[in-house]
């Protein structure tokens, strides 16, 4: 399986981009499709997932609220859609596939390229 982010871009702050993040290959219910960021000199960042079978969400506390993950069965993806975009959203969002529920970067075995985000003040 491979997984391709879009959306990225030059978007302004306050703006909403959707990101999206789709799979080459079949993702099985017992599988957790991540998304996380990596900003400038800054460690990848946990932003929450969504188990593909039951389709539960989960997020990073910080992000509640203004980042919100979808299913896009018909793209075999995920979409993570970030609201009221700030400066500090700056970063490459990266999707990834693992087998559980997890923050941690190490738990997903299959990532995507990541697509850049840059905010405009």
């Known amino acids: 399986v491979q997984l391709q982010a879009s959306g990225g871009g030059l978007v302004q702050a306050g703006g909403s981009p959707r990101l999206s993040c789709a799979a080459s290959?079949?993702?099985?219910?017992?599988?957790?499709m991540g998304w996380f960021r990596q900003a400038p000199g800054k460690e990848r960042e946990f932003l929450g997932g969504l188990t593909w079978g039951g389709g539960r969400v989960f997020y990073k506390d910080s992000v509640k609220g203004r980042f919100t993950i979808a299913k896009d069965s018909a793209k075999n993806g995920v979409n993570l859609q970030i609201d009221s975009l700030k400066p500090e959203d700056t970063a490459v969002y990266y999707c990834?596939?693992?087998?559980?529920?997890?923050?941690?970067?190490?738990?997903?075995?299959?990532w995507g390229q990541g697509t850049l985000v840059t905010v405009s003040s």
């Open positions: 290959g079949r993702i099985f219910s017992s599988h957790v």
């Open positions: 990834a596939r693992g087998n559980h529920r997890d923050s941690d970067p190490k738990a997903y075995y299959v």
